[in-house]
């Protein structure tokens, strides 16, 4: 079989590629080991996780605020199996949706491992063991990651887990310590904090969501605190030992020499992912990866090899869905012999705790490194009306500008419903808005994103309305 393009892996990278390169006329193949397309983010990442948060956050809401808003129940519980079904048939019908789209666009789908015979030829390997080979003019490489599991913290799948066995937990834990305080980490630990479940996180750096904006870690610690979760900052694992019911995490404070323990039921590991190259046969095309195991590419998406590309999370940048399905589009495009443009400073992240935290563009810790001068505004949920009617009071959003020019050089938000917030920033700002621009934009009343505007104004000499 010969293609115009063959994408390996069927994440939201992968079969976005897949269906832009169709679009433009290719004929277009695509592969993936899972008898399910989607990848990690349909599967076992993003679509299940968000199910499993809402539906905690409703037990949350109906648990500790509904009798303020004058709703009483009786005999309030967690079936947690049935949060389990309700989190399977999401994930059903949404992988059902990735199908129906590579009939609708004409994509030929392989299901086995992908690997490479030559530079033009890839070889799949079914789960009975037979094997195939088809052939493309151009590949793109779009694998994914898998989660790190140190062998010193015996990943066992049963007690010792990651965010895959996680979310088909059937039964409340009383119990879990969660290792990272990343966003999977925080975004699962959270769920099941909302339950009912002690929590503690061990984070090695001296603050959650470390990559994040220092006022957004700070405002989304003083949160999850609230909802019991216990948090030992500046510390790291020693030894994680898995048993038939419960395990045993053994941590130090940096600098000190007590050996701290902890036992629960569970373990999480989230430390982070690795780029997902095994197996690929990259050694028998030459394709260079660099310390990471990431696989190299240029500016656009190529690697050392002309006609073979990658994306996503097996290459440089954040691991994040939806940069994987720009670069899909990127690559098709520039394929096809068109010129493409990305740009990946204007790449927003989400962390789906509640409250959300989102940011785009430079922290104010990356300006004050790198002695731009610019100028802050920040308006809290507190003062905005729309959070005090639905209780969401918790949060603020900060506008970092540009002292000269005035030009939005990064927005950061913790509060209720950022993780949609944030798309206007992301539009504002890839058309070099300046903060006065989105200050005399008129927004809704009463909305969440009022604080948008507000945060603007206080970010144009200090003009907020409401504080």
Not at 117 to 123: A, D, F, H, K
Not at 134 to 139: K, L, S, V
Not at 201 to 208: C, G, W
Not at 431 to 460: Q, V
Request: glycine fraction near 10%; hydrophobic fraction near 40%; include cysteine.
């Amino acid at each position: 079989m010969k293609y115009d393009v063959i994408v390996i892996g069927a994440g939201p990278g992968g079969y976005v590629a897949a269906i832009r390169a169709a679009q433009l006329g290719k004929k277009t193949a695509i592969i993936d080991k899972r008898k399910t397309l989607g990848g990690t983010c349909l599967n076992v990442g993003c679509i299940p996780s968000k199910a499993l948060l809402d539906s905690s956050e409703h037990y949350h809401n109906a648990a500790h605020t509904f009798k303020a808003h004058g709703i009483e129940l009786d005999n309030l519980k967690v079936d947690m199996k049935q949060m389990i079904t309700r989190k399977n048939e999401v994930v059903e019908q949404t992988c059902g949706g990735i199908d129906y789209l590579m009939k609708k666009n004409k994509i030929d789908v392989f299901t086995g491992l992908g690997s490479f015979e030559s530079t033009n030829q890839v070889l799949i390997t079914k789960e009975d063991g037979s094997t195939e080979t088809i052939e493309g003019q151009d590949i793109i490489i779009a694998t994914g990651s898998a989660p790190i599991t140190p062998a010193a913290f015996n990943y066992d799948k049963n007690r010792v887990i990651t965010s895959t066995e996680a979310l088909d937990i059937d039964k409340v834990p009383e119990s879990m310590v969660v290792i990272g305080g990343g966003v999977i980490g925080l975004e699962l630990g959270s769920v099941y904090a909302r339950l009912g479940t002690k929590v503690d996180v061990i984070e090695f750096q001296d603050r959650i969501i470390a990559g994040m904006d220092k006022d957004c870690s700070k405002e989304l610690l003083r949160s999850l605190k609230k909802i019991g979760i216990k948090f030992h900052l500046g510390h790291a694992v020693t030894e994680v030992a898995g048993g038939k019911d419960s395990c045993e995490v053994k941590f130090q404070k940096k600098g000190k020499e007590e050996v701290l323990s902890i036992e629960a039921d569970y373990c999480l590991l989230a430390m982070g992912r690795h780029a997902y190259t095994e197996k690929l046969g990259l050694d028998k095309v030459g394709i260079k990866t660099d310390d990471r195991g990431r696989v190299e590419i240029d500016d656009m998406m190529r690697t050392n090899v002309p006609n073979i590309y990658a994306i996503g999370d097996v290459v440089k940048g954040a691991m994040l869905a939806h940069k994987a399905e720009e670069e899909g589009v990127f690559v098709a495009e520039f394929i096809a012999g068109q010129k493409p443009h990305m740009d990946h400073h204007l790449i927003p992240g989400v962390v789906y705790t509640w409250p959300e935290v989102a940011g785009i563009g430079y922290t104010e810790e990356e300006l004050k490194g790198s002695g731009r001068k610019y100028k802050s505004g920040k308006f809290p949920f507190k003062a905005l009306g729309r959070a005090r009617a639905s209780m969401d009071i918790e949060g603020m959003i900060k506008v970092l500008a540009d002292a000269e020019t005035d030009e939005v050089l990064g927005v950061h938000m913790v509060g209720a419903r950022v993780a949609d917030i944030i798309a206007e920033a992301a539009a504002l700002m890839t058309f070099k808005a300046s903060a006065e621009d989105i200050a005399r934009i008129c927004h809704a009343h009463p909305t969440y994103t009022e604080a948008f505007k507000e945060a603007a104004l206080a970010a144009t000499d200090n003009r907020a309305l409401h504080v």
